[in-house]
């Protein structure tokens, strides 16, 4: 398999805090990667890096061979990854369509144009239901994001992500606050996305993790810790002690 | 489409078709109330421009008083000193407001939340200032009287009647423009913006340039206010330079309803109402205003308009 991301000794420090020390990661395309480690670690920040959300101090992120580390946001969107965030990051006030409508606009649209409705262009509309159905929502499309249960504005957030048709899709803890039947719904959906499609997820549910996992990177302190197949990353001892038979 | 959103259709065809006939009725009510309205309706214009910053793109900017005075300015002394007509001095006018939104929004989009806030009045405070001082061209805080009106095809516009039904169409103009604005997919990214900066970027938007977009028009049409403002009083003074009248403004959108299309024209009414008959019994006519603002902002958070959206018929909905 091809890389389709590395990350060449990114570090990110706030002051004396290094919350990101010589990271190296890869992933290839079609890849299942999972990110874990205890709470701060350094998972968010080294995803929030990977999105634009957060410059690093310094290293390097190659993108299908270009240095992507500080640049902005919305170039790292364009270029083929797209993320979710770990707390529902959605538009509350408009409705579930528009919300995914929004997202494929900028993809495929011409989001300048000031003398057309927006209702006219029914392609971006069939677009964004589609991807609405393929994670699961498909009635109460006109109500306000805000009327959602949090496990609907948990799966929104992924068609909001599926929109700009990525190549790598960054997963903030897709699971995070959810029940056991919303954890098992959401498995389905995220083994349910095209298998060209890299994920990098961080996720604190074991089950999830080795269901769906590739390949799995822990995190200790801002550092990569041990990385590799699910069964080698359960029987390693340093993770063991840090991690998976410690406090959690 | 359901039947009843044609339903809707038709009642707000009617409802549209029944303010313009009575726009276009004043006239026949007397000149003071003719004089009444149409300053209503500049500043009408004035205040739907702040809104497409303020409520729709979600920026509170206390600085357009800049856009609306730097027209008024260019249309007056155009005349004045060049005596050039006024209908280049429009163009002139809402070129010119265009322009400097754009210079001073390139700065400004780069921040948001107060520093906005603070650096929108400061430019504008800057032009007040070389409008105080540039007293061979602007005359100073004295102001900058002898306008003479232009004629539309034969019709003077110093004829009251005239004068107000052309007011009356830029009004007329100006809120299709922004309704129409609103429901394209440039309006749907200003409203993204609002509702979540970080998550547009996220998608892939470039939201200074979008934040920029709209300031720009809003400054073209507090622009095209400030022309008619112009015309209106063929006269102008720094006054309309000041933040104060920026303030105003943001008073009217928040008192009318940000975020609504129609808002801001009610809050524009109700300011300047209230400014008229409360200013006729007592000096302190500022403080009336404040006691209804504050009400407004602890009872009717999202304005008089807003509860009317609210609570009225579902086909005045699309005003937002």
Same mark, same amino acid.
């Given at each position: ?69 500080? &640049?902005?946001? @919305? ?8 993320? *979710?965030? $770990?707390?529902?990051? =959605?538009? /509350? +006030? %408009? ?74 899709? &960054?997963?903030? @803890? ?8 919303? *954890?098992? $719904?959401?498995?389905? =959906?995220? /083994? +349910? %996305? ?55 | ?320």
């Amino acid at each position: 398999m091809s890389v389709l991301l590395r990350t060449e000794k990114l570090c990110r420090s706030f002051g004396s805090l290094v919350v990101t020390r010589d990271v190296d990661l890869e992933v290839s395309r079609g890849e299942r990667h999972a990110l874990i480690g205890p709470n701060g670690a350094g998972k968010t920040s080294l995803v929030n890096q990977l999105g634009g959300q957060l410059r690093p101090s310094s290293g390097r992120i190659f993108f299908k061979n270009r240095d992507i580390a500080g &640049l902005e946001p @919305e170039a790292i969107c364009r270029l083929g990854i797209s993320r *979710t965030f $770990q707390k529902n990051n =959605l538009f /509350r +006030g %408009l409705s579930v369509r528009e919300n995914v409508r929004l997202a494929v606009q900028v993809h495929r649209g011409r989001p300048y144009e000031a003398f057309r409705s927006t209702l006219a262009d029914r392609a971006l509309w069939d677009r964004a239901d589609e991807l609405l159905e393929r994670i699961g929502l498909v009635s109460g499309l006109d109500r306000r994001v805000s009327e959602l249960s949090y496990g609907e504005q948990r799966q929104l957030e992924i068609a909001i992500a599926l929109a700009s048709e990525p190549e790598l899709l &960054l997963l903030d @803890e897709p699971t995070s606050g959810m029940s056991p039947a919303e *954890t098992d $719904q959401m498995i389905e =959906l995220v /083994r +349910g %996305l095209p298998s060209s499609l890299a994920l990098l997820m961080i996720e604190h549910d074991m089950k999830v993790v080795f269901s769906l996992a590739d390949r799995v990177t822990v995190l200790h302190y801002g550092e990569v810790l041990a990385s590799g197949p699910p069964a080698q990353i359960q029987s390693s001892e340093r993770v063991r002690e840090v991690y998976l038979g410690g406090a959690h | 489409m359901s039947s009843s959103d044609l339903g809707g259709d038709r009642a707000r065809r009617l409802a549209a078709a029944l303010v313009v006939a009575a726009l276009a009725a004043v006239p026949l009510a007397g000149d003071y109330f003719t004089s009444l309205v149409a300053e209503v309706l500049v500043f009408a214009i004035f205040a739907m421009s702040l809104d497409l910053i303020v409520g729709y793109t979600g920026l509170l900017s206390f600085g357009h008083a800049a856009f609306f005075g730097v027209s008024a300015y260019t249309v007056t002394m155009l005349g004045v000193h060049a005596g050039l007509s006024g209908w280049w001095g429009m163009l002139a006018g809402i070129v010119m407001s265009a322009a400097s939104a754009w210079v001073i929004g390139f700065f400004c989009v780069r921040v948001s939340g107060i520093p906005f806030l603070m650096l929108t009045m400061a430019f504008s405070q800057l032009l007040y200032s070389v409008a105080v001082k540039w007293r061979s061209m602007t005359g100073g805080t004295d102001g900058l009287p002898g306008f003479v009106r232009p004629s539309f095809f034969g019709w003077s516009l110093d004829d009251r009647s005239v004068l107000y039904w052309f007011i009356a169409a830029g009004f007329v103009f100006t809120w299709w423009c922004l309704r129409r604005l609103i429901r394209s997919p440039l309006g749907s990214t200003m409203v993204g913006v609002r509702e979540n900066e970080q998550r547009m970027r996220a998608i892939g938007y470039p939201v200074q340039r979008i934040k920029l977009i709209s300031f720009v028009i809003a400054g073209a049409f507090a622009g095209l206010g400030g022309a008619l403002y112009a015309f209106f009083n063929a006269f102008v003074s720094t006054d309309i330079l000041h933040w104060v009248l920026s303030g105003d403004a943001v008073l009217m959108v928040i008192l009318g309803g940000a975020g609504t299309i129609t808002g801001p024209v009610i809050g524009a009414g109700i300011f300047l109402m209230l400014k008229h008959v409360i200013s006729s019994h007592t000096d302190y006519w500022m403080i009336w205003v404040g006691v209804v603002f504050i009400a407004c902002v602890m009872f009717l958070r999202q304005g008089v308009w807003g509860l009317v959206l609210e609570r009225g018929p579902r086909w005045l909905r699309s005003d937002r």
